[in-house]
């Protein structure tokens, strides 16, 4: 591996936590002034997202200043220590995928409350195990010389962001189209670009992790652009719920 690239991701994500913070604390502040479930719940879904950007960062500063050979070579056994089992799972991710499965379960409740959509229970369960798998999935299906595990493990965060997202989407642009009033498509079309984006950050998280996993280095033009939809996808979270919320 070209370790200069490591460099190149963390100014990156850097770039991009330093962007995405502002937009936490103000919905930081915005709970604090509503102090209701939807405001809560946004604060939550933008936290849980940016924690996940963070151990990704976290996870090219490992590579790059530690290199750690238990880390960096696949065929050099891991010590089993507390320590080194916390951080080959953040320098595989497995942290990451761990916060973003938690933002998009909770994007799921946000829906059917901002919708005031009635619960299917036997979707929820279904959802809420889905959800659990994944989390147990990122701990402890995890074997740093077998690269289909993380391939399964994006696709799998992958079909749940798809869950969720594309119904948003479907009743996002449903509402787009329903409302005259300015402000009210304004925050529907916010939301709708937020599912797009959101379902798009998984679609080339996974297509950079197979690039690695034919052999690539991977940080492909894909890693890049699913950070910019991460982007918007908070941008529009943030924006379509606080629109809606001021009107």
């Known amino acids: 591996m070209d370790y200069s690239l490591y460099y190149v991701g963390i100014i990156y994500e850097g770039i991009i936590i330093i962007i995405a913070f502002p937009i936490l604390i103000k919905s930081l502040i915005n709970y604090i002034k509503f102090r209701n479930k939807l405001s809560l719940l946004l604060f939550l879904i933008l936290l849980n997202f940016g924690i996940s950007i963070i151990f990704s960062w976290l996870s090219k500063i490992i590579s790059f200043y530690w290199r ?142 197979i690039y690695i996993f034919l052999g690539y280095q991977g940080f492909t033009v894909f890693y890049f652009m699913s950070w910019i939809f991460v982007l918007i996808g908070i941008f529009g979270n943030y924006f379509g719920y606080l629109t809606f919320k001021n009107e």
Not at 166 to 190: C, G, N
Request: overall charge positive; proline content about 3%; hydrophobic content about 55%.
């Open 68 to 209: 750690i050979d238990y880390i960096e070579q696949a065929n050099t056994p891991a010590p089993k220590t507390p320590i080194s089992w916390i951080l080959l799972r953040i320098a595989y991710f497995r942290f990451t995928y761990i916060f973003i499965t938690i933002a998009i379960y909770l994007s799921y409740i946000f829906r059917i409350k901002f919708f005031d959509i009635e619960y299917k229970q036997i979707q929820k369960v279904a959802l809420t195990i889905f959800a659990l798998f994944n989390i147990l999935f990122s701990l402890f299906f995890f074997d740093k010389t077998n690269k289909i595990l993380d391939v399964l493990l994006f696709l799998f965060v992958f079909v749940l962001m798809s869950i969720v997202f594309v119904p948003f989407m479907r009743q996002s642009i449903r509402a787009y189209k329903s409302t005259k009033i300015y402000q009210f498509r304004k925050s529907f079309l916010s939301l709708t670009i937020m599912s797009i984006s959101y379902i798009f950050v998984l679609l080339c998280l996974l297509i950079d992790r």
